[in-house]
């Protein structure tokens, strides 16, 4: 395992993610701790709807979001060796899409609040509140910071910005716990939060163009007539995007609409301690395709790369899960209280998801540097049909549990789509075995 670290992209990686896993640590003990205060203070039912509030706006953000960050490291990826055209481009384009697509979501998510906010759970009463957290989406649905940063190589900083949402909503609740604040408080606790964790990002990333002196030349523009095949790779990265958001806050809806805000918060609750032991893998994932999108991939780097990713996260995520399996009961009645013990047999149901995360971590990234950024969408479309058929079902009959299960099942489709891609692309892009 020596001759490991003697690999720099190795290197590269195990210092990116640690980055990373520092900030990843400290953002996942405050968003317990801050589900903790929100569930003891508001109940079962109200932190259901909280949660509902906060997904549909994620939700719509998914749907219409480009992944922007994708594009700039796709064709900036080379700007750290002197190469700033295409990343001053890309920078632009990405720019464009976000302002485009943050502005169009967010008067469709208030305009459909109405119609789609009494299905998955929320009631009347909420819904002007929900339709103000939806102007959060301009800011929710940009991910060009994050791309600059990751393109320039500033993982350190893309770190620590991902603390300051949660870090900063534990502090504010945490004030508005002890001041015995209700409902609405809570939402704006939630609002006014995301939007600082937001224009954190976008602060971070003009400071280190300002630095690097790029500023000059980056223009906003959705005719990017320099960067072939860009407004593909952007659609299709916008598909996976959306496709993947049904595993996050369109999940979250569709337990609300069949169980109820009790049921979406149960089901909350048990993803929060679940994604837990995902981290390791989720790091590694960030950290690996800006990595890989600079390597040969016909030669045997990037695959010995992907394989000791897959072995080091796998230790950290067995940890993680052995915590939750012999200690899950007591930490939820602990942190949560006894209303939501209900949640921890859902928990172990969704333990399968880390399993899986480390030996998919890579997939994805590996297929978009491969120019096949339609793989991880015919995987995830795969596997969001499973799990939109399973789900209602399953939640009829086995409630909470049945919903983590379509889950699981859901993840297991798509991860096996993307396995049998990816093996596909080794072979095609391998040398041939001399005669």
Partial sequence: MKHWFKDQHFRSLLKNSGYLAVSKVVALIAQIATMSLAAHALGVLLLGALILIDSYARAISGIAKFQSWQLIVRYG?????????????????????DVVSGIGGMFAAIVLMPFIGPWVGITPSQIWLAMLYCTLLPTMAAATPTGILRALDRFDQI???????????????LGVYLLG????????????????????????????LRRRGLLRGIRPTLKPDTLPGAWRFAIQVNLTASV????????????GGLLGAAGAALFRIAS??????????????????????????????????????????????????????LGGKPIVAFLFGKDFLAAYDAMLILMVVP?????????????????????????????T???????????????????????????????????????????????????
């Avoid at 993947?244 to 337990?255: D, E, H, K």
């Avoid at 009829?396 to 096996?416: D, E, P, T």
């Fill in 77 to 97: 990826s080379r700007a750290l060796q002197g190469e700033h055209d295409d990343f001053k481009a890309s920078t632009g384009f990405a720019f464009a899409l």
């Fill in 159 to 173: 770190s620590w910005a991902d603390t300051v949402t949660p870090i900063s909503r534990l502090f504010i609740v």
């Fill in 181 to 208: 604040g209700g409902f609405v408080a809570y939402v704006a606790a939630w609002y006014a939060t995301t939007l600082a964790g937001d224009l954190y990002d976008w602060f971070l990333a003009w400071r280190e």
């Fill in 244 to 255: 993947q958001s049904v595993w996050g806050p369109i999940a979250r809806l569709a337990v």
């Fill in 272 to 325: 929060v301690l679940s994604d837990g032991a995902s981290k390791p893998a989720d790091l590694l994932a960030k950290a690996f395709y800006p990595e890989v999108a600079r390597m040969d991939l016909s030669s045997k780097k990037p695959w010995k790369l992907m394989l000791r990713g897959s072995a080091l996260a796998s230790g950290f995520a067995l940890i993680a899960i052995l915590i939750l399996l």
């Fill in 355 to 383: 399993f899986l995360s480390v030996f998919s971590f890579a997939l994805s990234p590996m297929l978009y540097a491969l120019d096949r950024p339609d793989g991880p969408l015919k995987a995830r479309l795969f596997g």
């Fill in 385 to 435: 049909i499973i799990f939109f058929l399973t789900i209602a079902p399953l939640c009829w009959n086995f409630g909470v549990n049945g919903a983590a299960i379509a889950f699981v099942i859901g993840n297991l489709g798509a991860v096996g789509t993307m396995m049998w891609q990816l093996r596909g692309e080794h072979r095609r892009v391998r040398p041939p075995k001399p005669a």
